[in-house]
């Protein structure tokens, strides 16, 4: 039991992570990526080869995944500049289906279907004993470090900048902000935190095939960020642990209830989701933990000098 609830708490770490980065793109930045399962290919593809085909060490292996995963959001997000909203979405979605589509197509390079097996794991034979338990401290430690890259770049004048774009691209080139800059920006750097999970995802199951990178998985993590609050770091990281915990919590459910199948389990598993999701978005619309409001502050007007106010306060009398 012990070992199973290990598990699910890394893999938690590595979808927060994802949904961190996703979290950037949507929540912070305003664009809609329906193709996050995509990015999460390339970062544990890029990994994946790189170790066991280049001959990269491990982290070499996942600063690739992380680092690749980021150039092709940037770039599609360039390629796409000119697309708006529901189209940009779309196309998103179409990328991230291209990636699966050639994963598992392009035999010589992927192993098709049959996917890539023994990748490597970092410090294997150091804490070989109890390395379950290493990987999930590593994991939270990678999820703590996106968090706070997160934070940073929420709280900085970069992050202002993306919610203005998020609030009204025009207005926002009116004062003078390059729009396309800041999109492609902030699209990498969230492709860099997905690469990056795709990496973590990779090195735990030591094994990946392109039936894992299903459009289902970018619904959870799109649930996770709204489930939390859109734009919120925070909120971000509880919506995945209650989206991880509905999911795992579920499959005990046929040993519980009498006359339940896997299909039903399935179905069930669903359902509750969605009935969750809705209960959240009626009681609380901004999701759990909301987006914090960044308060600026002005400077104060200069005062006048007490001679000068003294010569005034006189003219007034005198009038």
């Given at each position: 039991m012990?070992?199973?609830?290990?598990?699910?708490?890394?893999?938690?770490?590595?979808?927060?992570?994802?949904?961190?980065?996703?979290?950037?793109?949507?929540?912070?930045?305003?664009?809609?990526?329906?193709?996050?399962?995509?990015?999460?290919?390339?970062g544990a593809y890029a990994a994946a080869l790189g170790e066991t085909r280049l001959g990269l060490p491990i982290a070499g292996g996942m600063l690739a995944g992380a680092a690749l995963t980021a150039a092709v959001a940037g770039l599609a997000c360039l390629g796409l500049r000119r697309l708006r909203d529901d189209y940009f979405a779309i196309v998103t979605l179409g990328i991230a289906e291209v990636v699966r589509t050639v994963a598992d197509n392009e035999i010589w390079l992927t192993h098709g279907s049959d996917g890539v097996s023994n990748i490597p794991q970092p410090l294997r034979?150091?804490?070989?004993?109890?390395?379950?338990?290493?990987?999930?401290?590593?994991?939270?430690?990678?999820?703590?470090?996106?968090?706070?890259?997160?934070?940073?770049?929420?709280?900085?004048?970069?992050?202002?900048?993306l919610r203005a774009l998020r609030d009204d691209p025009q207005v926002a080139a009116v004062a003078g902000k390059n729009v396309v800059w800041f999109q492609v920006r902030a699209f990498a750097l969230g492709g860099a935190m997905i690469g990056l999970a795709g990496a973590m995802y990779g090195q735990f199951t030591q094994y990946i095939t392109p039936d894992i990178f299903v459009p289902l998985l970018t619904i959870y993590i799109f649930l996770a960020v709204?489930?939390?609050?859109?734009?919120?770091?925070?909120?971000?990281?509880?919506?995945?642990?209650?989206?991880?915990?509905?999911?795992?919590?579920?499959?005990?459910?046929?040993?519980?209830?009498?006359?339940?199948?896997?299909?039903?389990?399935?179905?069930?598993?669903?359902m509750l989701i969605g009935v969750c999701f809705l209960a959240i978005l009626q009681l609380r619309p901004g999701g759990m933990l909301a987006e914090p409001v960044l308060r600026v502050r002005r400077a104060a007007p200069p005062q006048a000098s007490r001679s000068g106010g003294g010569d005034q306060a006189s003219a007034a009398s005198d009038t």
């Open positions: 012990l070992s199973y609830v290990v598990a699910m708490l890394t893999l938690a770490a590595i979808y927060a992570t994802m949904a961190l980065g996703l979290n950037v793109m949507w929540g912070m930045a305003g664009m809609v990526n329906f193709g996050v399962a995509g990015f999460f290919a390339i034979g150091l804490f070989a004993a109890h390395y379950d338990l290493f990987y999930l401290a590593l994991c939270v430690v990678l999820t703590a470090a996106s968090y706070a890259v997160a934070e940073a770049a929420r709280a900085a004048p970069f992050g202002r900048v709204t489930l939390g609050g859109k734009g919120s770091n925070t909120g971000t990281l509880l919506g995945t642990v209650i989206v991880v915990l509905v999911l795992e919590s579920t499959r005990f459910a046929a040993g519980i209830l009498p006359g339940i199948g896997a299909v039903q389990i399935a179905a069930g598993r669903g």
